[in-house]
């Protein structure tokens, strides 16, 4: 029952709907959840609008945030230039309370008019002009493709460690006085050994001693490095090889590497391309077993009884993790939601497809 309120449409209220030509009928929706991004989404959804060169329709998910991201949505959909843009329609969506990223994807997606949906993180900045256009061939030159990623693709087996260590954390979570002792070590571990933790100093000296040539291997395997691995893309702090401005030599690599995939086991939100109709076939998102992360890779899991195929494939963009909302100190309101949403679905999370995969 909790579940069920906390994922009601109702929660959903639309702020407003532009239709810009009403002749023209969208080639894909593009789909972007927001929470608290007030300093960056009016320049990335102007980025986003300026690369597109299909007709598009955009939906837009307020998901409650609490600094003033709402009234920059509200300023860059009255200021923009929307004449300039191949925008077919624009609807805005509020949420009353958190639905989280699971669940406002899943519900865009149903929403959309378009046959294919390009999903996009709020802090991720568009740098390719067609952009939109190349991902949608790719797509498309196989009736086979689900959905390609412009992130990365992995294997499962690179997630057992998030999957396998839940039991055990919750046994200790009984224990009230070791809880906050238990975290704190967890936290000191975790800095010690996540690179974006480093000093700017030592991580000045990895930098440089990791040649342009080994970041490209990783990033760009040949055949036989991604049958051995299974990864290619920007995984991990390979993010960071995009600039935000100008350019580098990992931007003249997307480029040179242009219409190229990567098939493997599974990809990564952002920016993501799928074919609408396969979603709704396979049964989309599990809002009930998922809120935030790892739903994707649940998906995934679940269309290889399709035959379906997921991949990687690059475009120019840009992404500083500094940006993404799990780097920020999250407030007192929203980590009291995610652990009701957590909580809420506790119990429905041992019956999806991910979690009997890493427990069998």
């Known amino acids: 029952m909790l579940v069920k309120a906390l994922n009601s449409n109702r929660n959903a209220r639309i702020r407003k709907i532009i239709e810009l030509d009403n002749s023209s009928t969208s080639e894909v929706t593009v789909v972007v959840p927001i929470f608290d991004q007030e300093d960056i989404i009016y320049k990335h959804l102007e980025s986003l609008c300026e690369n597109m060169v299909l007709p598009f329709e955009l ?3 307020n998901d409650s945030s609490t600094d003033k991201s709402g009234e920059e949505i509200s300023r860059f959909l009255t200021q ?18 958190p639905w989280f990223e699971t669940k406002c994807d899943d519900f865009a997606i149903r929403t959309a008019e378009s046959d294919y949906i390009l999903e996009l993180q709020a802090d991720m900045l568009i740098r390719e002009k067609g952009f939109d256009e190349k991902l949608l061939q790719l797509l498309k030159s196989d009736p086979l493709n689900f959905a390609l990623s412009a992130r990365g693709v992995h294997k499962f087996r690179d997630l057992e460690n998030e999957f396998l260590q839940p039991k ?11 809880n906050p002792i238990y975290y704190k070590i967890q936290h000191i ?30 990033i760009f395997p ?11 893309g920007f995984l991990g702090t390979h993010i960071e090889c995009l600039p935000y401005e100008g350019s580098n030599e990992t931007v003249e690599e997307v480029r040179a590497q242009s219409r190229k995939i990567w098939f493997g086991e599974t990809i990564m939100r952002g920016p993501l391309i799928l074919d609408r109709e396969k979603y709704l076939k396979i049964g989309g998102f599990k809002i009930d077993q998922f ?47 995610r652990k009701v949403h957590r909580r809420a679905r506790k119990r429905n999370l041992s019956e999806s497809a991910l979690y009997k995969y890493f427990r069998t």
Not at 168 to 178: A, Q
């Open 168 to 178: 055990r954390i919750m046994t200790i979570k009984k224990i009230p006085l070791f």
């Open 59 to 61: 939906i837009i998910i």
């Open 222 to 232: 040949d055949f036989q490095q991604l049958t051995d691995s299974g990864r290619a």
């Open 80 to 97: 923009y230039n929307w004449m300039d843009s191949t925008c077919v329609r624009v609807v805005y969506f509020e949420n009353m309370w």
């Open 291 to 337: 809120f935030l992360g790892n739903d994707d890779h649940d998906l995934n899991l679940r269309i290889r009884d399709y035959g379906f195929k997921v991949g990687f494939t690059p475009i120019q963009f840009a992404s500083p993790l500094v940006l993404g909302n799990s780097r920020k100190k999250s407030k007192l309101t929203s980590r009291m939601w």
């Open 189 to 218: 571990l975790k800095k010690k050994s996540d690179s974006t933790h480093l000093s700017s100093k030592v991580q000045s000296k990895q930098v440089k001693s990791e040649s342009p040539k080994s970041r490209k291997a990783e």
